[in-house]
């Protein structure tokens, strides 16, 4: 018989061919594994890696501290909250306790209980004073970005994430797309410089256009796009090669030509302009919470805003505060490190002078810019911030490895991609339980702090309950760092050299 010639080496390899097939065949068919789907077969080494990862990473690549923008134990973190596994972790912190910049937490003697706590908290409430104000259930929600960064499974993943979750989550600049809507979650109408999903075909605000849009009952909030952290005094940019039909018809932009957002809005270019356009834009919603998106830079732009709302019942219901630390899937080097101040600062300013011009208790703080955790989040509430937004982190629960290549179109786990094959490797019933289970996990981390300092609710987190590794062996309470006043503030920015002491 033909087969008496096949030789033992010959049948091995016919073997491992037909193992080659069916496993190619297996992780093209499953759903759980996005880089296995999109990348059959040779995907699978990234999860071998992964294993052989930490036993050999303190000899050779790097440490489980050093990758950035979030480290590798960030990650961790995320991939283990969004599928509800353990989050302790063994033998004590690896973060360096004397690191100049480190906050933190100053435990209350006497923690409010957690036996049995829930960490159900009394809603953070938009726009209480308008028609349709907002009740906010979590802390952290899902901050925006836009179909066309994103891939529609992506966003459908999100959208059905915030609903099983019961948060929100914001559309970016891209405009609200059929996959916002078909995952039944609550949603934040981002209205950027390019005016998509509300424009007219010369790119023109269109009142009709943004009414339709925004009366829809899953818009429960609308915002202004000012500048965002990564790249403050730039529009968008989307690439052609990520500009379908579908996203053209959404965003009313011509294909086979690069999106690019203008840097500003046309319809104003002043405080008092701006305001104005929150005030329409409320009134065409009619009236939900409305607001802004900025970046600071100093205080000229917020104090004058502060004086707006001290003396007017209008005005913005809540602004956005997004960090020079903020991601983006594209933005130029000059920008991203250069330009605009981060969050932690601008929320202390924002915050300070707010109350300052007597407009605090009229508005709420969103807080934006490389939160990913319970921490992070409760940093930024003690400076300032009412609530928060996470971007990356929610990146992470859908399966991205921060790859890096958002901006090419090449995702392989099928997030930041046009791809077909790509992004079929995500799959949105799948990761909106991820989605979920992490905003959860955040919320949970939130309240475990807040109770460790002896609170009730996470608002109640101040700059007293905090402080900062200035040297190592030196901690300084946070309401130094970043004093209550403005006056103080200033004089905290002036850097003092003393002599260092060698005795």
């Keep these: 018989m033909w087969y008496q010639n096949i030789t033992w080496w010959q049948w091995t390899l016919i073997a491992l061919g037909v193992l080659a097939v069916l496993s190619t065949l297996s992780d093209v068919l499953q759903r759980k594994q996005a880089v296995r789907r999109t990348i059959p077969f040779f995907g699978r080494f990234r999860y071998l890696f992964e294993k052989l990862g930490p036993p050999l990473r303190q000899y050779i690549v790097t440490s489980d501290l050093t990758e ?60 209480a004073n308008r028609p349709k104000p907002y009740a906010v259930k979590y802390i952290a929600n899902i901050s925006g970005m836009s179909f066309g960064a994103l891939s529609k499974n992506a966003v459908l993943a999100l959208s059905k994430g915030a609903k099983l979750a019961g948060g929100y989550m914001s559309t970016g600049e891209g405009s609200v797309s059929p996959y916002h809507l078909d995952g039944g979650g609550d949603i934040f109408y981002q209205v950027g410089p390019g005016k998509f999903g509300c424009r007219t075909p010369d790119g023109a605000f269109s009142e009709d256009a943004f009414r339709n849009v925004a009366s829809k009952d899953q818009i429960k909030a609308v915002y202004i796009k000012l500048a965002q952290g990564a790249k403050p005094g730039k529009g968008g940019v989307l690439p052609k090669e990520k500009v379908t039909a579908e996203i053209s018809a959404i965003r009313g932009i011509p294909m086979g030509e690069d999106c690019h ?91 300070n002078i707010l109350r300052e011009e007597g407009a605090r208790h009229k508005v709420k703080i969103i807080g934006s810019g490389r939160i990913i955790s319970g921490a992070e989040a409760c940093i930024a509430l003690g400076l300032g911030a009412d609530l928060c937004h996470i971007a990356r982190g929610f990146m992470f629960a859908l399966g991205c490895i921060q790859a890096l290549q958002c901006n090419t179109n090449h995702c392989p786990t099928g997030v930041a991609t046009q791809h077909w094959w790509l992004q079929r490797g995500l799959d949105p019933t799948d990761k909106s339980a991820r989605v979920a289970n992490y905003m959860k996990a955040v919320h949970h981390d939130v309240m475990m702090i807040v109770r460790a300092l002896g609170l009730k609710h996470p608002n109640e987190i101040k700059r007293k309950h905090m402080s900062m590794i200035v040297e190592p062996g030196r901690r300084v309470a946070l309401t130094e760092i970043y004093p209550t006043t403005m006056k103080a503030f200033r004089e905290t920015r002036i850097i003092r050299r003393e002599p260092v002491s060698t005795g």
């Design 68 to 127: 950035r923008p979030f480290t590798r134990l960030q990650r961790s973190w995320v991939y283990r909250a969004a599928k509800k596994l353990s989050n302790t972790v063994p033998f004590g912190t690896q973060l360096d306790q004397d690191a100049p910049g480190l906050i933190k937490f100053n435990p209350a003697a006497f923690p409010t209980p957690d036996l049995h706590a829930s960490d159900d908290m009394e809603p953070v409430i938009l726009g």
């Design 261 to 351: 957002s203008p840097n500003c809005h046309a319809e104003f270019d002043d405080v008092p302009g701006l305001m104005r356009f929150v005030n329409k834009l409320r009134d065409l919603s009619g009236g939900k919470p409305t607001g802004f998106k900025c970046v600071l830079g100093g205080e000229e732009f917020i104090r004058e805003v502060g004086k707006y709302i001290a003396a007017n019942d209008d005005g913005p219901d809540f602004i956005i505060i997004d960090g020079a630390e903020g991601g983006t899937g594209a933005a130029p080097l000059s920008l991203a490190d250069r330009m605009g101040i981060s969050l932690q600062e601008a929320l202390a300013i924002a915050d």
